[in-house]
Each structure stands twice: as structure tokens, then as C-alpha cells.
């Protein structure tokens, strides 16, 4: 007898947590989160005394940098949080008879709520806290959309202003992500624009650039040292901002356990690096605790492919280098990424903690081809009848590889991967897969050297 769907076995309230998961608590190769920052700016920016430093409320930045194993809550944002989680578990049946597999393939689908992606878990949690600081106004960077959409909701929900600087490629493939935005009341700016220094440095560098999430990164840095009361917000990769996402996996981990299952590989795909933590980092938790020998995939996109062809060093997050460093796996700050569909992918370097535990070999990396992504994404929306994002179908892509060895090798593999977003907002990226059109870009080798050889000088 097959058993109920493992979030109608349990009450919301029984599912959705109470507090975050810090994964810095399990991680004995990483000492102390302050061992992956290093706050020495760029010479140039520096003597102009345009240097922009971290501007997170100080409860964040203890989240941040505490060894907390469960950081709590707060009550008005679990409030907010049960109004769509918590998000289905689900299994892909008509998947698995597809691929003809042993493997049980479940997923967790954090598209249910406005904004259609799991970015809104911290977008909420962040818009309190700056808040609560006193900020009147949140500024930030978005790749393809997902951020930007989720921040100016959770923006207009505390009553905060919101400039958000989208990538010019995804501005101009994604209009109706801008629409979102600016029905949220958002201003919404394509990047690189003339009105930043940093906007104007990619544009000489490179008038006809499609731009990328480090460029807008910096020139939403730009836009919070300009003005009073405003700060930036970031959707990804800082330790904050996994954290918060981890209500994702310790769902998933409660749902798994009411059908008696637990994975054997989790994956998720990487661009900093939130969704695939969000699921992830609980699960690794588990694995420490019981001694399970889950295995942990990241999968990124061949344009832009930190982990698998980059490079473990410190780095700045932003184009121009007014931002601390990072120790990170990166391609270098200034390397820009052909300008696939899968925006929320094309940043430089992954989160610290995900590079962390990809340079002590805790997790996996894989690297696949666009369109052998968005053939998976037509495949799984054929047969689970949801559309996935670009980003999304990364994983699910790594899902149906795993699937096929489970197949060849005659295992009973249980397979869970993060579904971050449907792809509703992103149906012209498909039109451009089923016309034939669509072309495979990895990134040359040439302009990896070229982005890497521009690293900082740690010397100076």
C-alpha cells in the first residue's frame, strides 16, 4: 500500500521549523566564519575613499559568523513563512517509468509562493531584520529575476523602498520578472547602466557586455553609499543567507522521514550557492549525526563553471572590488558569462561555506551543457506536468543522470533535488529550445585565464 504524500501526514505547523540550521556548527574544517572573509579593498577604490563596507543589521551578521548550531525564528517571519509552507514533497513516478529505473526520485518544490522561487525564505527574514535597523530602502543585484522579485515583495510587506539592478541580459529576456518587480513597487534598472562608476567601467571595458550578477552587485553597492538609510541586500551566498534557506531541507528531512526514506544523493544547482544549501546543509547534519553516507552533488552550468574549472582563492564579490574578499571557488571577479537562460547561474564564485566544503571534498560538482538542461526540463514538465526553471532544470538534469547510473548499476537509489522555481516567467527560454535555435556555451579557457590572471594581489 503506498503511503500519503508526506506533507498531508503531518500539520503545517509540525513541518515548517522554528529555527535555522547553521551548518558552521558541524564543519571542523572551518573554524570560524570570519577565516572566509578578508576585509582589504582594492588599492584604487580605497585612496578615492569610495570603499563600501558590509552593511548587514548586527543580528545577521551574528548569524552570520555564530557557531549556533539552530538559530531561532523570529515569530513574524514564521508567521509569513506559513503562508505557503510548508512546500510539497513530491516523488516523480512518471519520471522514473520513463528513465526505467530502480532509483526513487523525490523532489521539493519551492515554487509555490508569489515571487515563484525559494529566494522569498530570505528575502522575508532580511527585510525584518533591516527593519527592525532602521533602513527605509533595499537595493541589490538579481541575476535572472527570482531575488529581485522576492525582495521587492518582502520589501513592500515592511514598507521599504526598492531599487533593484537585473542583469541586462535577463532584463531583456525576462520583462515580465521587471513587471513583477515594479508591481511590487520596485525601480527596477538594467545592468550595466551609465548612472554607476561601476556600470560605466563594464560598459568601456565592453559596450556590447550582457552584463552579469557582479557587475549589478557593484553597482547596487554604488546606489547604498549614495543614500541615506539604504543598504545593500544580498540573495545568495553569504552565510546568512543559507542559513535561512535551510527551512528548505529540515521540511524536506521530516516529510522524508514520514514515508520512511532518506537520500542517498542530494542535489541542487549552484549559482552562489542558496538553493542547493537550503537543501543540502540539513541533510548534512543528518549525515553527521548518524553516519549516513549521503552524497551531496552541486551542478552548474558549463558558462559559467566556478567549482568544476575555477579557482579556491580569495576574490571580491562585485566587478569593481569594493566589496571584502571572499575565499571562494572562482572564475575571477571580472569574468562574465555567455548569456545562457539560466541567469540566476551566471555569477563568479560559489558561497564560501559550499566552496569550503567543495575544497575538503564534503560535496560533488558536475557541469552540464544548456541544452541538454532544457531538454530535461521539457522532460520533466512532459511527465510531472510542472514547467522548471532554467536554473531548477540544472537539477534535475544531475536527478536524471543519477537515475540512469541507479539503472545500470541495479540500485535502489533514493534521489532528492531541490525544484527552486517554476520556469512560468521563463517560457521564451524554452521557445528557444524547441526552435532549435538554442546554442551550447561553455566558457573558453581563454577567458578564464584571462578573469583568473586578474585576481587580487594579496601582496599589496
Request: charged content about 20%; overall charge neutral; some cysteine.
Amino acid at each position: 500500500m503506498t503511503k500519503p504524500a508526506a506533507e498531508n501526514s503531518l500539520t503545517a505547523a509540525e513541518i515548517v521549523p522554528t529555527h535555522w540550521y547553521n551548518i558552521l556548527a558541524d564543519l571542523d574544517g572551518v573554524e570560524d566564519a570570519s577565516r572566509l572573509r578578508r576585509a582589504r579593498p582594492n588599492v584604487e577604490i580605497e585612496r578615492t575613499g569610495d570603499r563600501v563596507l558590509p552593511q548587514i543589521p548586527l543580528t545577521m551578521y551574528r548569524q552570520s559568523m555564530g557557531r549556533d548550531r539552530f538559530v531561532e525564528i523570529p515569530d513574524e517571519v514564521r508567521q509569513q513563512y506559513l503562508r505557503w509552507r510548508p512546500t510539497p514533497l513530491r516523488r516523480a513516478r512518471n519520471l522514473e517509468r520513463l528513465l526505467d529505473t530502480p532509483a526513487r526520485i523525490y523532489y521539493k518544490y519551492e515554487g509555490t509562493n508569489p515571487t515563484g522561487s525559494h529566494k522569498l525564505n530570505t528575502a522575508l527574514a532580511q527585510a525584518y531584520y533591516y527593519k527592525k535597523a532602521g533602513v527605509r530602502e533595499l537595493t541589490t543585484g538579481t541575476g535572472a529575476g527570482q531575488w529581485g522579485s522576492a525582495l521587492s515583495l518582502a520589501a513592500r510587506m515592511y514598507g521599504l523602498t526598492c531599487t533593484v539592478y537585473m542583469v541586462k541580459v535577463s532584463y531583456e529576456q525576462k520583462p515580465y520578472r521587471r513587471v513583477m518587480m515594479e508591481m511590487n513597487g520596485a525601480s527596477v534598472v538594467s545592468s550595466p547602466s551609465v548612472s554607476t562608476q561601476s556600470g560605466r567601467l563594464a560598459l568601456e571595458r565592453d559596450p556590447l557586455t550582457e552584463g552579469s550578477l557582479s557587475v549589478a552587485n557593484a553597482e547596487a553597492f554604488e546606489h547604498a553609499a549614495g543614500r541615506e538609510a539604504c543598504n545593500l541586500s544580498v540573495g545568495s551566498g553569504e552565510n546568512h543567507v543559507l542559513l535561512h534557506q535551510t527551512v528548505i531541507g529540515q521540511e524536506a528531512i521530516r516529510q522524508l522521514e514520514a514515508l520512511d526514506e532518506f537520500p542517498d544523493v542530494v542535489i541542487g544547482a549552484v549559482g552562489a550557492g542558496s538553493n542547493f544549501s537550503g537543501l543540502a546543509f540539513p541533510f548534512y547534519h543528518e549525515k553527521v549525526r548518524h553516519g549516513r553516507k549521503t552524497r551531496f552533488v552541486a551542478v552548474e552550468p558549463e558558462a559559467c563553471p566556478k567549482l568544476t574549472r575555477g579557482t579556491y582563492a580569495w576574490d571580491f564579490n562585485d566587478f569593481t572590488g569594493i566589496t571584502p574578499m571572499t575565499k571562494m571557488y572562482t572564475l575571477g571577479h571580472t569574468f562574465v558569462s555567455p548569456g545562457i537562460h539560466a541567469g540566476g547561474l551566471r555569477y563568479h564564485g560559489a558561497a564560501p561555506l559550499v566552496s569550503a566544503m567543495y575544497d575538503q571534498r564534503l560535496i560533488e560538482a558536475v557541469a552540464y551543457p544548456q541544452r541538454a538542461v532544457f531538454e530535461a526540463g521539457v522532460t520533466f514538465a512532459q511527465q510531472e506536468w510542472i514547467t522548471p526553471a532554467p536554473e531548477s532544470a540544472h537539477a534535475i538534469r544531475g536527478a536524471i543522470v543519477e537515475a540512469l547510473r541507479a539503472r545500470e548499476a541495479g540500485e535502489e537509489t533514493v534521489i532528492l533535488f531541490n525544484l527552486s522555481g517554476h520556469g512560468l516567467l521563463d517560457l521564451s527560454a524554452y521557445a528557444h529550445y524547441l526552435s532549435g535555435e538554442m546554442q551550447d556555451m561553455a566558457a573558453p579557457d581563454e577567458v578564464i585565464a584571462g578573469s583568473l590572471g586578474r585576481l587580487p594581489d594579496l601582496s599589496l
